[in-house]
């Protein structure tokens, strides 16, 4: 059985994280996903939604097989316990595909990593998007 793991934000779901976990759950038997513990979200501004909330939406996709909330000071301590056999970054991700490899290599870890470069290319495939449209609307 190959255990797959796709990780991210999740903060208000759209078409473009269903392509995301598609194409992950294509890649093996079994997805896992990690929601990022809003406490580790440092690359961009912390999610409006609570942790609690974006778990619960991930978990009832479909093609997700199990969802996990991440741990508050170790992103790789979820790792551990999955054990998982390929790793897949979506288009956007900000890890490097070597970098992150080498990291599980130190930890003694030997999952792959692939980078999901399928994805949806409508406007609101974007939380960023979805947001400022929310807002410009409100200011109307």
């Not at 990780?7 to 079994?30: M, N, Q, S, V, W």
């Amino acid at each position: 059985m190959v255990k797959v793991l796709a990780t991210g934000t999740f903060d208000i779901l759209h078409p473009g994280h269903l392509a995301y976990l598609r194409e992950a759950k294509r890649l093996g038997d079994e997805l896992y996903v990690i929601v990022s513990n809003s406490a580790t979200v440092m690359h961009k501004p912390k999610p409006l939604l609570p942790d609690e909330q974006r778990l619960e939406m991930v978990a009832a996709i479909k093609d997700v097989d199990h969802a996990i909330l991440g741990d508050e000071k170790d992103m790789f301590k979820p790792l551990e316990t999955i054990k998982p056999d390929i790793i897949a970054l979506g288009f956007d991700q900000h890890f490097s595909e070597e970098i992150l490899e080498s990291e599980l290599q130190e930890r003694g870890m030997s999952a792959k990593v692939v980078r999901i470069n399928a994805r949806r290319s409508e406007y609101f495939c974007d939380t960023s998007a979805i947001i400022n449209q929310i807002l410009k609307k409100a200011m109307r």
